[in-house]
């Protein structure tokens, strides 16, 4: 689930069904707008808290990566 859908439920509430991207927008926007819409019925606060949770986990995964644990034998 993007990080992008639930920061938009948690700040803006709940996708338009009827406003979603126009015809000219590409298939990001549409690819966000559909992921933001499958959100419906999860409240704002729920929103927020799996926000930080991917945000924690991506940093947490990215920290592993760029600083590897340090082994000295």
Do not use: C, N
């Not at 819409?37 to 995964?61: F, H, N």
């Amino acid at each position: 689930m993007p990080s992008a859908a639930l920061f938009k439920q948690a700040t803006l509430g709940e996708a338009s069904a009827s406003a979603g991207p126009g015809l000219l927008a590409g298939p990001e926007a549409r690819y966000k707008h559909a992921a933001w819409s499958k959100l419906r019925g999860l409240s704002g606060e729920d929103a927020q808290a799996r926000y930080v949770d991917v945000i924690a986990i991506t940093i947490l995964a990215t920290d592993a990566v760029v600083r590897p644990s340090l082994h000295i034998y």
